[in-house]
């Protein structure tokens, strides 16, 4: 019995080693931090249940902002977090050489994983990004959106449906976030798989299906996704794999054969997977089906949930102010009349000078991306610009934490920052702007390739449902987003509750 003692004591004792292991890394280099907790570092609340990454991000942030660089713990892992506007320049663009790739936030050797943009690295990252770039200007948006009309009147027709069975005039409560999903899942089938799907009138397609179990970061997921982040050697050893076998296959297939059937028949389709041909003859390095799969997984990946979350926030604003949702109103009555009955165009989503406004500053309030970050490449000096002191010795492998929505919610830089106020970017106000206080695609060559896409697809809906609809509060609706947001998404508990009036 001793012996049995005294071996799980031993064990223990080296596990508690082992997880506290980094908790003295910013003791040692002079950094302030706050206090981490076993495994979770300073995400307790989120593991717990008790916050969203956004809430914790902005309090943290909130806490520390006097510090120009602070130490925070993602789980077991300590990064640099960045504070100060003029650091996070010098970090991502101009030393972007010290820092060229992101920090992994997955590791696993399994299929399509370390092909994806966001995961490649150094000039394997510059060459893809390069090949992609093409695919995502202004150009190629104008000739995808056409596909995306059709996906638009289908959600138009299903939330006319839900709204069918009351009485005429009233309105009707609806959860906007299901309905958003749904049309992201067919923007994305359409537009990035070549695929025509209608999650509306076939809610349990297979595409549909698929797509939430590998988008959606909940239960079993989310344990295999912190496993991973946190215990990379036990998640290998486990034989774990963050993406079911079945389930990437799946998207594979679609690609690829897509592909095969395209060369073959000649079929051109202004979709993803044909600039993705297209880009890949053009390009000088020759790429594997594998690595360009990947990039319309991560397309799925990035979008589907977030896409659909950008246009809840937004229609929450709108309805919180009623002034707002009105003069948007009016521009969007203005858009269809100067269209003469042809259906919406990209040209005409991007003159809308107050949506772009409106949209911008939802973004401000409810980035949906909390945070981003950078991996350190080679040893960095960070110096003071006036008097060329030292502030930091940036090490190899040291990872670097960009607090987006601290900054977004910082008095500093947007004068009370929970107020909804598009007019921060009017023309005359938005070149006030504190440079890199605002990024909501991120920062630097690292940012967003795919932020016109989902500023058009938001733009987009919004139009739609503006045209057809006054919104209204529900007595469902949340009455503080971030604080009945839990986990990693910016999704209230309750779900995202509106009273839509027919006009």
């Not at 440079?435 to 919004?462: D, E, H, S, W």
Request: hydrophobic letters at 40%.
């Amino acid at each position: 019995m001793f012996y049995i003692l005294a071996f799980v004591g031993l064990l223990l004792l080296w596990f508690y080693k082992w997880a506290t292991a980094t908790f003295n890394e910013f003791v040692d280099r002079g950094l302030p931090f706050e206090k981490p907790t076993l495994l979770v570092g300073n995400n307790l609340d989120i593991v717990m249940g008790k916050a969203s990454f956004q809430k914790l991000q902005t309090e943290f942030y909130a806490r520390t902002r006097q510090h120009k660089l602070v130490g925070f713990f993602n789980f077991k892992t300590p990064m640099i977090q960045l504070n100060d506007p003029e650091i996070i320049k010098k970090i991502t663009v101009k030393d972007f050489d010290h820092f060229p790739n992101h920090s992994p936030f997955f590791t696993s050797t399994e299929r399509l994983i370390n092909d994806m943009l966001s995961l490649m690295k150094d000039q394997r990252w510059k060459h893809m990004r390069n090949t992609l770039t093409p695919v995502f200007t202004a150009a190629k948006m104008r000739t995808m959106f056409g596909l995306m009309n059709e996906s638009f009147a289908e959600c138009m027709d299903h939330v006319q449906m839900q709204g069918s069975a009351g009485k005429s005039g009233e309105g009707f409560e609806l959860e906007m976030k299901e309905v958003f999903n749904r049309l992201s899942n067919d923007l994305i089938a359409t537009t990035a798989f070549g695929l025509k799907v209608s999650s509306y009138k076939t809610p349990n397609n297979e595409f549909f299906k698929i797509g939430q179990s590998v988008a959606f970061f909940r239960g079993k997921a989310m344990f295999k996704f912190l496993l991973s982040s946190t215990m990379p050697k036990l998640f290998t050893l486990l034989g774990f794999s963050i993406f079911d076998t079945d389930k990437t296959d799946y998207f594979i297939r679609l690609v690829v054969d897509a592909m095969k059937q395209r060369a073959e028949q000649n079929i051109v389709r202004p979709d993803m997977i044909q600039l993705l041909m297209e880009a890949k003859k053009e390009a000088t390095q020759k790429w594997t089906d594998d690595e360009l799969v990947a990039q319309c997984f991560i397309f799925f990946f990035a979008a589907f949930e977030n896409n659909a979350s950008f246009i809840c926030t937004t229609v929450y604003e709108l309805l919180q102010n009623p002034d707002i949702q009105q003069r948007l109103y009016e521009e969007a009555e203005e858009t269809r009349e100067s269209l003469k009955g042809e259906p919406l165009s990209y040209d005409a989503v991007m003159k809308m000078k107050y949506m772009d406004m409106v949209v911008s500053e939802s973004l401000r309030k409810w980035s949906l991306a909390a945070a981003t970050d950078r991996m350190c490449s080679k040893d960095y000096t960070l110096r003071d610009d006036n008097d060329g002191t030292v502030l930091f010795e940036f090490r190899k492998g040291d990872r670097i934490n960009i607090p987006i929505i601290g900054l977004h919610w910082d008095e500093r830089y947007f004068p009370e920052p929970q107020k909804f106020d598009p007019e921060r970017f009017s023309d005359d106000n938005k070149d006030n702007l504190v440079p890199y206080t605002y990024i909501p695609f991120g920062v630097g060559p690292r940012n967003c390739i795919g932020n016109r896409y989902a500023l058009m697809q938001a733009k987009a809906m919004i139009y739609n449902l503006l045209l057809k609809y006054r919104i209204e509060r529900s007595p469902k609706t949340v009455k503080d987003l971030m604080s009945d947001s839990r986990g990693f998404q910016l999704t209230p508990k309750s779900g995202y509750w509106v009273h839509l009036v027919p006009r």
